[in-house]
């Protein structure tokens, strides 16, 4: 490794992995012509990413791999090398203590070092995802599937998990009788002289989404005249709680925290999993790590379907310890929820297709399905 890459490798990992490119000039000492030729052949490796800010304007360079260095002992501790890393993203939730598996794997099979970082939602995951602050992102098929359509630069290549989302609603508006309930004539919302619609918390385009769209075509909800969307699923408890919303769409471990803390108040009107073959969340991939490397990430795939299969089949309760600490949810609670969860090894276009539509939306299904899983077939 030259020592230009090695200068600006060491000063991207001080501001954090990414810089203006000006500022790598000048922190640097090197000349503006021999930064932008060794940027352009690390670009070329894989190892950053450039992005212009605008016409006339600054670009912006980012690591792909987190650059950390370490001694190198078959040169004696003379050499350095850099040690490659790799970032997933993905929303806080008890649906994903096999990633915890992943990171060792992928350690062990291909020298990378997980960089995980947890999310409040989907979107956020996404966001980072399209502008290459992640290499990998876990979120809502849904939330991935439209930042595909509206031309994010992401491929959706793997199944993330099924289930645990729940639809939690007031006792006060609901009546349970089976799996349905009977609406009570409300002052707040609709018109007049019509039945009111309960004010329901969800994330936008997400599955909870997916699922309480769901719940209106099956007629477990009536049409909805407002929903409450929030940006985390502490802002839905703290909602419901105050009695400011009737009812959330909720992912586990949050819907089973709202019951416990509410049982007086609240019941779980169906589960996800209750309506029909879906798939909750998904893996995707930035177009950078897609097009910079196809042969490993094809490993990569392998190695993250090797731990979903893990998940599914060993006793889940050996990845809770160190997932509770990752994310902070006490063992208890993610020993009792994650009989919640599946986890399945095929992305079906169809299925997801079918999915969509029981949800009321339409989109040119199969091929616009398709065509974003297509790295996945």
Known sequence: MGRVEQALLEILKESGGKEYQAALVSKSGFSRSRVSEVLSK???????????????????????FKGEWSKDSRSGGSRKKIKRWIRLGFTNAAEYPYVVEFKRLLKDRLDLNADLRIYANGIEVMRDLSVFRLDLGISPILTEFMFYSIGAPIKIIAPAGSGGSSLVVSKENYRMRGSRSKRRKKEVGGGEGEEAGPLIASTKLSTMELLMRSCVKKTLLPKLSRVAYSSS????????????????????PYASILLARRSDEFSRLARYSELGEHICCALGVSSKLESSSPANLDKIRKIFLESLDKMAKLDRTKLIEPYSALTGFAPKLLRQVSKEYTYPQELDPSMVSRQFERAGLEVPAPYSVKDALSSAL
Do not use: D, F, T
Not at 42 to 64: A, T
Not at 233 to 252: D, F, K, N, T, Y
């Open 42 to 64: 690390m670009e070329k490796e894989g190892l950053v990413s450039r992005s212009p800010l605008g016409i006339g304007k600054n670009v912006n360079v980012m690591l792909n």
């Open 233 to 252: 699923p502490s802002e839905m408890i703290h909602g419901a709680s105050s009695r400011l919303v009737q009812g959330a769409c909720m992912w586990e």
